[in-house]
């Protein structure tokens, strides 16, 4: 399936024949015999898409933008000096935000705390590298949960100052940061945290795929995790196919002007089981991109709550398609994964709670109610998280199908038809064939 040849290395192989003193990229390990005028990483890549960060080359170093979480990374190879043009931030530093982060690869001995790093990871075929993860860390993959079992789970610890910025979906750098904080890292040696934000420490990199632009920008981020690895020609040829993919389904998707409404939509319930009210949410411009691109038009007001059932009702009651975002709290804290009857009553989708009109909305009538939780593991991490950040070709694929049901779509990969009662798909490590 994918291509671990690297096609300039054979070529570099019979040049090096002719220039014996020249030393090629060395992918696995570190390098000996430093030479200033090599071009250490052959393979690049680059951002094509508005994936939300950038990366340059230079020698035996790769610089690295992360615009969302406002960060810089500099990688160099191990074994070549790292360029004396950079100062890292210090970890002392109580700067917040716009950190400036050095480190050495290719990666071996990382830590995981990010779950859309965690595919592009296996996609990569780099899951040898993962030797801890963050305490609270779950993910869906069965081959990923059987490697980190038994995996060290590492700390967060907390410093000064305690700033905190608000979490925010817009572009701008600083927008992504939590209070000054640190993985646990130094007791085992390890490189580096793949994690979501951006955060106040020498070694942890953040991965956003979640607040990239566009699609195509999300699964460019299995670019930015194959430079941490020199993995670059086999990220190029895996996103070459999953954008091949992605353009051929979006052509050949309905382009009709009578298109379907599709919203995302809440109720707000509390551990003690009362439903305070319900909300619509803002779609994110990937996903109202993705959504046009199979031929919907995405609910685009900004989140909006609501008290009253029958302001809610007449907010939706044009939609032809709902995507649930309710959690469904558990008496002893935590949430678990909402089922239909979860729906009916935290909704109102029944007569008996007086709201007897609810039947008459076509996303009900047309048992178009999904949920991105088909694939989900026994910690209820969905792989929403996980592939679908990536391979946007599949979830083209998925948007398409529920675009062009009649009533209500049940072949989707990670789409959960709820009306139809489609089960969830709990995966667990004994999964991994
Ligand atoms: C490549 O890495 C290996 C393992 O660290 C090392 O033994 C070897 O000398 C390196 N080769 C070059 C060309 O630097
Ligand atoms: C990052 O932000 C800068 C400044 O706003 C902008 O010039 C650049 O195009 C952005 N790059 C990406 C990849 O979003
Ligand atoms: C971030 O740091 C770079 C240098 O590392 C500096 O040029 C830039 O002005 C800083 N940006 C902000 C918003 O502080
Ligand atoms: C449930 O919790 C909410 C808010 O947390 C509170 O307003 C309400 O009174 C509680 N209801 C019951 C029955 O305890
Ligand atoms: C996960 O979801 C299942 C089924 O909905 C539930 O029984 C279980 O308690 C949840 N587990 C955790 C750890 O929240």
């Excluded at 291509?3 to 290395?9: A, P």
């Excluded at 059987?146 to 600083?174: A, M």
């Excluded at 039947?359 to 929403?384: G, K, M, W």
């Amino acid at each position: 399936m994918i291509f671990k040849t690297n096609i300039y290395l054979v070529a570099t192989l019979s040049a090096l024949a002719l220039l014996p003193t020249a030393i090629y990229a060395n992918e696995s390990g570190c390098v000996s015999n430093y030479d200033s005028s090599v071009d250490y990483f052959p393979d690049k890549v680059e951002s094509k898409y508005a994936s939300g960060f950038d990366i340059t080359y230079k020698g035996n170093a790769k610089y690295i933008r992360n615009n969302l979480s406002g960060e810089t990374y500099v990688l160099y190879q191990c074994g070549t000096p790292a360029p004396a043009d950079v100062t890292p931030t210090p970890a002392s530093s109580l700067q917040v935000g716009n950190w400036t982060k050095l480190v050495a690869i290719p990666g071996t001995k990382v830590a995981l705390d990010s779950a859309p790093a965690s595919v592009a990871i296996e996609l990569l075929g780099a899951q040898n590298s993962v030797a801890a993860t963050y305490k609270y860390f779950a993910v869906t993959s069965p081959c990923m949960q059987k490697q980190l079992d038994g995996l060290p789970r590492i700390q967060q610890n907390f410093g000064t100052p305690s700033n905190r910025r608000r979490r925010s979906n817009s572009n701008n750098g600083n927008s992504r940061l939590v209070r000054r904080v640190s993985y646990d890292t130094s007791s085992l040696g390890l490189q580096w945290t793949f994690t979501t934000y951006g955060m106040n420490d020498p070694s942890s990199i953040a991965v956003n795929p979640e607040d990239a632009g566009d699609m195509l920008g999300k699964a460019e981020w299995i670019k930015f995790i194959s430079a941490f690895y020199n993995k670059e020609a086999e990220a190029n040829t895996i996103f070459a196919g999953i954008e091949s993919r992605y353009n051929t389904l979006k052509a050949s998707s309905a382009s009709g002007t009578d298109k379907k409404t599709i919203g995302l939509a809440r109720y707000n319930k509390v551990a003690n089981g009362t439903i305070l009210g319900w909300s619509i949410d803002q779609v994110q411009p990937w996903l109202a991109q993705g959504l046009a691109d199979a031929g919907l038009s995405a609910y685009n007001g900004d989140t909006t709550s609501f008290r009253s059932a029958s302001d809610f009702y007449n907010a939706i009651s044009g939609w032809d398609i709902l995507v649930d975002t309710s959690g469904e709290p558990l008496p002893r804290g935590g949430a678990t994964i909402p089922m239909w009857s979860n729906l009916v009553s935290g909704y109102g989708f029944t007569s008996s709670g007086g709201r007897d009109f609810a039947n008459s909305l076509p996303v009900v009538a047309n048992s178009a109610i999904y949920r991105s939780d088909l694939i989900s593991s026994y910690q209820n991490a969905t792989d929403y998280n996980e592939h679908l950040q990536i391979q946007v070709d599949v979830l083209l694929e998925d948007f398409v199908k529920i675009a062009s049901a009649s009533s209500g779509a049940k072949d989707t990969t990670w789409y959960r038809n709820l009306p139809q009662h489609v089960p969830v798909d709990w995966v667990s490590a004994s999964n991994c064939k």
